[in-house]
């Protein structure tokens, strides 16, 4: 089966300016993550869909970043405006319904911002 | 709360050797474990989970690891090191497969 998709691969922006990232999920899967990895760090997870319904949106400064997921199909992430301290991998993964036993994250490559 | 803490942030062994890399963990609830690896400029690839069946599990390429709830323990192994082991391995706790919690990530290097 074909992985999760991300695009860009990467992005070069200066502060102050919008970005924004797309991501495509396993086909057939529910629930979809955006996690944030800066240098050296573990994964963080900014937001959770259920379809097209926020589960879990607790660490996503909202303030600057939003998302969505209209037709619970793909994703975008957005920031704007962007700060030097975004500058980080946004890795989007999916699996299958919050009542699924077997519920393993899969993972796309993520996208790599560098905010100048 | 749970959380993480992967002990050491670097290790480096020989090819051909055995690889330890360790994990402590924190969870209110019984916890499902897991063991993400990430090659350079690839997607997160699951190793391995543990969710409450047998305590040693097997994952792939070799490795494996034991769930010790008195240590609050779940310690990677593989018994010979590949240079393709080279890679940011993470270890994540998380309940009912839903909020997974990440650690720092350690960074294995695989000496010839």
């Known amino acids: 089966e074909a992985g999760v998709a991300q695009s860009p691969r990467y992005k070069i922006i200066e502060k102050r300016q919008s970005v924004a990232f797309w991501c495509n999920p396993i086909?057939?899967?529910?629930?979809l993550y955006w996690y944030q990895q800066i240098l050296g760090q573990g994964p963080k997870l900014l937001i959770q869909?259920?379809?097209?319904?926020?589960?879990?949106d607790s660490q996503l400064p909202k303030d600057r970043f939003s998302a969505e997921r209209l037709k619970g199909v793909d994703s975008t992430l957005k920031i704007q405006p962007a700060k030097l301290e975004d500058s980080a991998v946004y890795l989007c993964?999916?699996?299958?319904?919050?009542?699924?036993?077997?519920?393993?994250?899969?993972f796309g490559p993520g996208t790599r911002l560098t905010v100048l | 709360a749970q959380s993480v803490t992967q002990l050491d942030s670097h290790v480096s062994v020989s090819e051909g050797t055995p690889v330890l890399l360790r994990c402590n963990y924190s969870?209110?609830?019984?916890?499902?474990l897991f063991w993400y690896v990430q090659h350079p400029n690839k997607g997160l690839q699951l190793l391995l989970k543990?969710?409450?069946?047998?305590?040693l599990v097997k994952g792939i390429n070799g490795f494996e690891a034991e769930f010790k709830k008195s240590e609050t323990s779940f310690h990677l192994t593989k018994p010979s090191a590949h240079m393709s082991d080279a890679a940011e391995y993470f270890c994540?706790?998380?309940?009912?497969?839903?909020?997974?919690?990440f650690g720092a990530g350690t960074r294995l290097t695989v000496k010839p």
């Open positions: 993964a999916s699996s299958r319904p919050r009542d699924t036993v077997e519920r393993e994250q899969f």
């Open positions: 086909s057939g899967h529910a629930t």
């Open positions: 869909f259920q379809n097209n319904g926020v589960v879990d």
């Open positions: 969870s209110s609830y019984s916890p499902s």
């Open positions: 543990y969710t409450s069946a047998a305590t």
């Open positions: 994540v706790v998380s309940v009912n497969n839903n909020d997974m919690r």
